[in-house]
């Protein structure tokens, strides 16, 4: 069983709509939940950190937790094409596992 | 002002020629890791460095290893590289566990193609 489950996408979402990426874990025990955005080519670029259920926003960033269902999800407002990437799940157990990541493609 | 330099940012080796890549910080961090990442998976951690004190995932392969000289740089020695060790190689960086803050701080990385 994985332990960072992601949908792999791609995920297209017209300009200016709210893209909605999931991630499911496997680890009761994780504490600590990471989204990084992956531009082809490039290293992964930490965008949200969320510890506490509920939600976080941070511009037109909003993550979500809830650790009873074990999933963590990143809203992105407004979308732009400049948006358009890989977004990378991390969960922190003993050590920082990375989903596979969902490809996001805004088009204008 | 790069804070996690990894070099050289594409390298090119023959198939069971080693290579060494490099990855240096400015951060003063503890903690130094390589991952691994392929198309289309995730980054998959080698090993890591705290401080001094080595720590190697189990199903890291014999053919990589790592050394770490001093607090700032951290290499990647692949001792006999094959075609499916083509990749993308990540340095991160990142403090010691505290109250959930820990956060990687990821260099460019170093793309590796095998011929």
């Known amino acids: 069983q994985k332990e960072v489950e992601q949908n792999s996408g791609p995920l297209s979402v017209p300009e200016g709509a709210i893209a909605s990426l999931n991630c499911t874990y496997s680890?009761?025990?994780?504490?600590?939940f990471f989204w990084y955005r992956q531009y082809s080519g490039k290293s992964p670029e930490l965008i949200m950190s969320?510890?506490?259920?509920g939600d976080k926003e941070d511009g037109r960033f909003t993550a979500q937790l809830n650790k009873a269902s074990q999933y963590v999800s990143l809203l992105i407002r407004d979308s732009q094409p400049s948006d358009s990437a890989t977004y990378l799940c991390?969960?922190?157990?003993?050590?920082?596992?990375f989903g596979t990541g969902t490809r996001l493609q805004v088009f204008p | 002002d790069a804070m996690v330099i990894q070099n050289p940012r594409y390298q090119v080796t023959q198939f069971g020629k080693p290579v060494t890549l490099s990855c240096s910080q400015t951060?003063?961090?503890?903690?130094m890791y390589w991952y691994q990442q392929k198309s289309s998976q995730a980054p998959k951690l080698l090993f890591h460095?705290?401080?001094?004190?080595?720590?190697n995932e189990a199903d890291t392969p014999d053919n990589f290893q790592s050394r770490r000289p001093n607090t700032s740089f951290c290499f990647l020695d692949i001792r006999s590289p094959g075609l499916g060790d083509a990749a993308m190689y990540l340095c991160?960086?990142?403090?010691?566990?505290?109250?959930?803050?820990?956060?990687?701080?990821f260099g460019s990385g170093t793309q590796l193609s095998v011929l």
């Open positions: 991160a960086t990142s403090t010691p566990r505290a109250a959930q803050n820990e956060k990687l701080f």
């Open positions: 680890d009761r025990g994780s504490q600590s």
């Open positions: 969320i510890y506490s259920n």
């Open positions: 991390a969960v922190d157990t003993d050590k920082l596992i």
């Open positions: 951060l003063n961090h503890n903690v």
């Open positions: 460095y705290y401080d001094k004190d080595f720590n």
